[in-house]
């Protein structure tokens, strides 16, 4: 890139950012130690909100295993061949969540997750000294949810920041990289977090810019499982999106 | 053991035989019985079902001829209760025949065979060479063994259900699996430590009736062969090849365990490639482990004198999900020299 190219992006980012700058700069911010009487333009029923951002999902541990045959004997017994350990790996997710405000302080939220997650095995302890290895295959996740929004409009974080409870239930459909196999299952979640606007406006289709931070637990039932019985898996998670309020 | 002959007007037979020892054999798999000539393979199964069979009329001290009847009876039901497979027996009466007279029937019994001493039983076809459909299988019982009936068993006495089972695998087509482990014998031959299949060569130790229930490998095998229940469309199948340098591994011993359910099945390379197919697997994650046959009497797999058994037991770095109604391909695993 030339100089004169480098100086026409800089100007172009000052005018687009002088532009922003412009139109944000009208935030209504209420005065010190009163509570607003109405909702900011941002959190009026009908309004809609959105999220981009980056969840970091927990692991999820399998257990261990042994492998094993009858032993020869009476009563008889197992005869362990080799053990395993097993566990989907903690790692980022990417979401997009659209959300809408009923009232005030309820809102309903669809999501939608991607996460490529390493599935691993570790194997040890062989009957004929075999090396003890990691197995593993990456699964690729998808999850689509829908949550209940409880935003607590009473407490304030900052100036411009509230806290919110958010439940919800969702799917999770799972496909490991050769996409062989694909495995569903239900997803619950529960959590908190909170918003915080660094803009307000009340004019022109943009109201509100953001930061959203949440930590949730999941429960998931179904989907890669190493265990029989399909048990109920518990994992966290917690991450921070960019919000935009129309 | 191996013979041809004329039967029942069929161009050509050929009769095999299947022995499971008192003590002799290891390793891991199921195995299908099976012709090859230039034009193929075939392996051996019934067409015809039910498979009609008759019992010899004559008891052995501690067994007599209806009970006889009775643990084969039970064994074959075992073998039909296979939900993913389509099995059919039916008892044809008691006869006065020897188990191996060549006479168009399929014939069960004890017969003395002090020469084989480590022979528990022996099961023996006449198949279709061209089809591999089984005409006639006999089963002997070494008489020259202590036999027992006993519902939980009975010191110092072989169980006669466990290996009435154990020949009905073989009755059905299935050759030896080689999930099992041995040691060596001070006095020859060896000893089971464990088995994970009914069709592992070498019994259980007398009084043990662990032998009278199925395991997945047997399961597999038998499904494999005479698929039923939607056992294609619900399974898959992992194959590949085992290598050593670069070249295939003929008879190396692969094994998929699947973490979810414990279970272990297996099969073997069977092509000078060292390419292997195991089917009937439940839909999923599976560990494979590949290891030589090495502590086995070849012969009680493969009618060939010797195998590479120069490797190391490796695991396949790779998780293996296992398609339903689908395989698992493109997997190579590879062993070094020990």
């Given at each position: 890139m030339t100089r004169a190219h480098l100086a026409a992006g800089m100007l172009l980012s000052t005018l687009v950012l002088g532009t922003a700058g412009e139109a944000f700069a009208q935030t209504r911010r209420p005065s010190a130690g009163t509570r607003p009487s109405r909702p900011s333009p941002p959190f009026r029923p009908g309004s809609i909100e959105v999220d981009v951002g980056v969840l970091w999902l927990g692991g999820i541990d399998f257990g261990s295993g042994t492998a094993a045959i009858s032993a020869n004997g009476i009563p008889s017994a197992d005869y362990p061949l080799f053990r395993t350990a097993s566990q989907l790996r903690a790692g980022p997710a990417y979401e997009g969540r659209i959300g809408v405000r009923l009232t005030r302080t309820i809102g309903v939220e669809g999501a939608f997750q991607y996460a490529r997650l390493p599935l691993e095995t570790r194997i040890s302890g062989d009957v004929e000294d075999a090396p003890s290895l990691t197995a593993s295959n990456d699964l690729a996740r998808y999850v689509v949810e829908v949550s209940g929004v409880l935003h607590l409009t009473r407490y304030r974080i900052g100036r411009n920041g509230s806290p919110f409870l958010l439940g919800g239930a969702g799917y999770v459909r799972e496909l490991d990289e050769s996409q062989a196999l694909a495995e569903t299952g239900g997803l619950y979640h529960a959590g908190g977090g909170f918003k915080y606007l660094f803009s307000e406006r009340t004019h022109g289709l943009i109201k509100g810019l953001g930061l959203r931070a949440d930590a949730r637990i999941y429960f998931r039932q179904g989907g890669f499982e190493l265990e029989d019985g399909d048990p109920l898996r518990r994992f966290v998670a917690g991450g921070a999106s960019l919000l935009v309020a129309f | 053991m191996r013979r041809c002959r004329r039967v029942g007007g069929r161009s050509v037979a050929v009769l095999l035989a299947c022995t499971v020892f008192a003590g002799s054999t290891p390793a891991q798999a199921y195995l299908k019985l099976g012709l090859r000539d230039s034009a193929g393979s075939v392996s051996l199964r019934w067409t015809a079902q039910p498979a009609r069979y008759s019992v010899t009329d004559r008891g052995v001290p501690g067994v007599s001829s209806e009970q006889l009847r009775q643990a084969i009876e039970r064994a074959f039901r075992t073998w039909e209760d296979v939900p993913t497979a389509s099995v059919r027996f039916q008892f044809g009466g008691f006869t006065s025949a020897e188990p191996l007279d060549d006479d168009n029937t399929s014939t069960l019994g004890f017969l003395s065979r002090p020469d084989l001493e480590r022979v528990l039983a022996s099961t023996s076809f006449f198949v279709d060479l061209r089809t591999g459909e089984i005409l006639e299988s006999d089963v002997f019982f070494n008489s020259s063994v202590p036999w027992s009936v006993a519902q939980n068993g009975e010191p110092g006495r072989f169980d006669l259900e466990s290996i009435a089972l154990h020949e009905a695998g073989h009755f059905l087509g299935l050759s030896h699996s080689a999930l099992g482990e041995t040691e060596p014998r001070s006095g020859g031959g060896r000893r089971v430590?464990?088995?994970?299949?009914?069709?592992?060569p070498i019994a259980f130790?007398?009084?043990?009736?662990?032998?009278r229930r199925l395991f997945p490998d047997d399961i597999a095998g038998v499904s494999d062969i005479y698929p039923d229940g939607g056992f294609r469309q619900e399974t898959g199948s992992v194959q590949g090849r085992v290598t050593k340098e670069g070249d295939g591994i003929f008879g190396a011993h692969v094994v998929a365990y699947d973490p979810r359910t414990g279970d272990l099945v297996g099969n073997f390379a069977l092509e000078e490639t060292g390419e292997f197919i195991i089917a009937g697997l439940r839909p999923g994650t599976h560990v494979l482990r590949v290891e030589p046959l090495?502590?086995?009497?070849i012969e009680s797999f493969f009618d060939q004198p010797s195998l590479d058994v120069d490797f190391q037991p490796t695991f396949y770095e790779r998780l293996v999900i296992v398609p339903r109604g689908g395989g698992a391909q493109s997997i190579e695993i590879a062993v070094r020299a020990r």
């Open positions: - | 430590l464990g088995a994970g299949a009914v069709m592992f130790a007398s009084g043990n009736v662990e032998g090495d502590d086995a009497e």
